[in-house]
């Protein structure tokens, strides 16, 4: 669980972020989820970019990929989902 500082910081850090994943009209697939977890294990935090072709709500999106990688949701504002899981080198040092 992380504090709301370290929530603060890595929102902060995902200001500059470009989205490494798209969910469009088929929803969240295995394939979506397959590159959820690949791009958390090399970089920790990731933006996601709900397209409008997307017929879920991406608060339901937001919440079933967190659950689905075992990762956190540090802000879900519009289309944007911004997630960050820990992987085992910690390359992202958080505030305490």
């Known amino acids: 669980m992380l504090t709301k500082n370290q929530k603060k910081y890595l929102k902060g850090l995902g200001n500059t972020l470009k989205p490494l994943v798209q969910i469009g009209k088929n929803g969240l697939t295995k394939t979506v989820i397959q590159s ?3 791009v958390l294990a090399a970089h920790e ?3 996601i970019d709900v397209l409008k072709s997307c017929e879920t709500e991406c608060e339901e999106l937001a919440l079933d990929i967190a659950s689905s990688t075992n990762s956190e949701i540090i802000s ?3 289309r944007k989902i911004l997630l960050y ?3 085992k080198e910690g390359k992202i040092k958080l505030p305490r």
């Open 85 to 87: 899981r820990k992987s």
């Open 36 to 38: 959820v977890n690949e």
């Open 76 to 78: 879900q504002l519009g």
């Open 45 to 47: 935090l990731l933006k």
